[in-house]
């Protein structure tokens, strides 16, 4: 066993896939440790690396080489160890038997945690509560809603109180009310006997809010690695803008060299466009095409830089998803 100061480490992690006749560099080579204690977030687009590294440090999926430590025991060697420590919650799983009721389903995996019925039925009561499951407590899972499914899941990943919880996309699926609640009760949680999440996330206001530190992977390597601050930082040289315009025609590519359209969003018959520029200069011209387009300008403001931002900066592109829940 390692020294187990740290709830993960990790050196040279790699991980080939073969398909077909052709060999998928999953990881290329990461190396990274997660304090006890701390909240950490893993960005990147789909396709990354993010679910292949947690279900290498989850047990699930053996490295092809490198080495891997969690809670100071070895990946490959102390599997069994590892597993009474962590949980792993994946957004979307559909874990359990559909014939089973919510309840039903939460003490069957509670006996696989070899949790005593006793413990397990008062946590358990305790979590469908908290987490406003309490009336589909007798609810079979086939006809929960997708949100409800995850709200059970997240539960599932609780009950053997574990020291480590991987979080893959946790939120996902749930309505704005739902994930805030969730982060919040996530906030709380982690400050219990020196309890770690790692969270996976495409909802950069997500990860901002949770995270105390990020790594973002690209094509199965760490770019960077640092505070949501930090990160935000990275773009203060640039200028950000929001433009509320009508009338903008969806094929219309913005194609003005320091001009980069990060993100847009209809809203109540207009489009809400975040901008970058290199120069503030770029906005008459930027305006001027604009207008030849027929977009009427109906709102500009100017913004600080955010963590999505960063993200975009660093990676090249938008994420998947980054209005946020």
Known sequence: ????????????????????????????????????????????????????????LSTLLYPTSGQAWVGGWDVQKDGQNIRE????????????????NVRENLWMFSQF?????SIALKRIDKYLEMF??????????????????????????LLNNPEILFLDEPTVGLDVESARHIRSFLKDWIKENDRTIILTTHYMLEADELSERL??????????????????????TENFYELTVNNFPESLDINIE???????????????LKIRLKEDSLLSELLASLNQHGTKLELLKKKEPTLEDA???LVGKSSIDVSGA
């Open 1 to 56: 066993m390692e020294n187990n100061n740290y709830a993960v480490k990790t050196i040279d992690i790699k991980r080939t896939f073969k398909k077909s006749s052709n060999l998928i560099n999953a990881l290329k080579g990461i190396s990274l440790t997660v304090n006890r204690g701390e909240f950490f977030g893993v960005l990147g687009r789909n396709g990354a690396g993010k679910t292949t590294f947690l279900k290498i």
């Open 85 to 100: 420590i962590i949980n792993l919650v994946s957004g979307g799983e559909e874990s359990g038997y559909g014939i089973l």
């Open 113 to 117: 945690y070899g949790i005593p019925s």
């Open 132 to 157: 406003g499951l309490k009336d589909q407590a007798k609810t079979r899972v086939s006809a929960l809603s997708t949100g409800m499914r995850q709200k059970m899941n997240l539960i599932r990943g």
């Open 215 to 236: 790594a973002i992977i690209e094509g199965g390597e760490i770019i960077a690695l640092g505070t949501p601050s930090e990160f935000k930082g990275l773009s203060q």
């Open 258 to 272: 320091g001009v980069q359209l990060i993100s847009k969003l209809p809203q109540n018959g207009n489009t809400i």
């Open 311 to 313: 993200f975009v900066n």
